[in-house]
């Protein structure tokens, strides 16, 4: 059976942690999320760690800025535990002030740039942030101080109305403390695509796991160079590229967000090795008319997530960019990010798949009563291991409710073959039922990929008084030809006839996403109930 190798050397062994969990642990791991940026000042402090558009630091570099943004902090009152919120885009300033909040041993509360007043309130509010770091471009989004009472200290690169330059964090930080290595070093919130978002609790024992999984699993090492064009903000950006690259003591190439040429031209230019993308971005890549001029050489590991990769894709990429080896990663916020990972060579034999569980993970396929089902059958994956997080901050129901003896309920619907690969077929409330016949949509979407004519495409379900539901296609056209009869009919030599589409949106431009690159069905169901209203 296919499994993860760990390097020679690297022992793993069961623990007790967190109350009531015994999960497999790495045995050699820092305790504390800090070492692992220190650990690399020590190493190479002269080697290259950061390039953001024409600025270039060292480690030691990067160490300096680092300690005196801390001291500036520690100057206002910041110390451990107290909560210092970040809306800010891929940038340097991102790195400073997320490394200095661990430097003093404070939580870390990353917010996208694309969240809008509301959400900034309620997540400044519910996290109790001590301190916030924001983009001038976004004052006008922040509430009013009455709204965060706790909010002492906001801050801004070049300063904005109401709020300090952040050049002036500038001073000598205290003594390291001592953080214990099951307190929290990040709150991440998530998407909140029904009721409040959850701000899950990533402590530093859950970073150190996720990051050595990533590092053994890409063999990564400081001759590697990440580039980082999804928002750091996203557990994607903030571990599999901005941690990863100090753990792995290389270097971190900053972009402030994906465009197809602008990613083409500095992947080239700095000779990248490593990336995270969704797969809309290699489909992307693949569309720009420069791509076959663009020397990506030196670019080896291709990691992917958040969706599918169509097998055509990934045959192109294989075709134009043999040195590249494409690895799913599937995981989530509650997951740290990785919890299965697809090794390069078996990508094109298991298309289909998400990969093979971590080294110190576990998934488990369940049914609705809680009850674990032969390899082969489906159900919903319930997510265990040392980089699942304990739980959501100040909202003891919602983990009461989402975990089980430490088992994170993923919402989605999947199974495990004989052999150990998952397969993730849909989200629990995506999967349709049609007339008592279940339906999911991913299947349909891929489907739908290997048509020419398609740039992409999203499966919800349309109401149907008789049968329940039934399935509506929203497709983005790769030429404005295509028809809804041409792809009804494509779909019907290749699926059962109860999952082709009955009915189809047809736009010719890019279905709608959310900042993490994911598509956003929720919009898409909106739409079509106005439609059909």
Request: some cysteine.
């Amino acid at each position: 059976m296919p499994s993860w190798t760990l390097p020679a050397g690297v022992a793993t062994r069961f623990e007790a942690h967190f109350g009531d969990r015994l999960v497999r642990c790495f045995v050699e791991r820092v305790a504390d999320s800090y070492d692992i940026l220190a650990q690399a000042i020590a190493s190479r402090g002269e080697a290259e760690a950061v390039v953001c558009g024409e600025e270039r630091l060292s480690y030691a570099e990067l160490g300096r800025r680092v300690e005196q943004v801390a001291g500036g902090l520690a100057a206002r009152g910041i110390g451990p535990g107290d909560r210092v919120a970040l809306l800010l885009g891929n940038r340097v300033e991102f790195l400073l002030t997320l490394y200095a909040a661990l430097r003093l041993g404070a939580i870390a509360v990353p917010m996208g740039t694309r969240l809008q007043q509301p959400e900034i309130a309620y997540i400044l509010d519910h996290a109790g942030a001590k301190a916030l770091v924001f983009e001038p471009s976004l004052v006008e989004r922040l509430p009013p101080p009455a709204e965060t009472p706790d909010l002492l200290h906001r801050l801004a690169p070049g300063g904005a109305a109401g709020a300090e330059d952040f050049a002036m964090l500038n001073g000598n930080p205290p003594p390291r403390p001592a953080v214990a290595e099951e307190a929290t070093a990040v709150i991440l919130y998530t998407s909140g695509t029904t009721g409040r978002p959850k701000g899950a609790m990533l402590t530093h024992f859950n970073l150190a796991h996720s990051l050595l999984h990533f590092q053994y699993g890409m063999a990564l090492g400081p001759q590697d160079r990440l580039l980082l064009a999804v928002p750091a903000s996203h557990v994607t950006g903030l571990v599999a590229q901005i941690m990863l690259a100090a753990q792995a003591q290389g270097a971190l190439v900053m972009m402030p967000e994906f465009k197809t040429k602008a990613f083409l031209d500095l992947a080239a230019r700095e000779r990248i090795t490593q990336a995270v993308l969704v797969p809309a971005m290699y489909s992307l890549c693949l569309l720009e008319p420069d791509f076959d001029n663009a020397d990506l050489s030196a670019w080896r590991v291709g990691g992917y997530g958040g969706a599918p990769m169509p097998a055509a894709v990934i045959a192109a990429l294989a075709q134009k960019l043999p040195n590249l080896g494409l690895m799913n990663a599937y995981g989530a916020t509650e997951t740290t990010s990785p919890t299965t990972m697809m090794p390069a060579a078996l990508t094109k034999a298991h298309a289909d798949s998400v990969g093979l569980v971590l080294p110190c993970g576990e998934v488990r396929v369940m049914d609705a009563d809680g009850r674990e089902v032969a390899a082969g059958e489906t159900g919903e994956l319930w997510i265990g291991g040392a980089m699942v997080v304990p739980g959501y901050w100040r909202n003891p129901e919602a983990t009461a409710r989402e975990f089980t003896a430490g088992f994170w309920h993923s919402g989605d619907v999947g199974m495990k073959d004989a052999d150990g690969f998952v397969r993730v077929f849909d989200r629990v409330k995506d999967m349709l039922n049609r007339g008592g016949y279940k339906i999911f949509s991913v299947e349909v979407e891929n489907v739908l990929a290997a048509h020419d004519g398609v740039l992409e495409s999203a499966i919800v379900a349309k109401p149907c008084p008789v049968l329940g539901e039934r399935v509506h296609a929203f497709v983005s056209r790769r030429r404005s030809d295509v028809s809804a009869d041409e792809l009804r009919h494509f779909c019907a030599t290749r699926l059962a006839d109860y999952k082709v589409p009955e009915s189809f949106t047809l736009v010719d431009e890019p279905l709608p996403r959310n900042a993490n690159g994911k598509l956003m069905k929720r919009i898409l169901r909106e739409k079509l109930l106005a439609a059909m209203a």
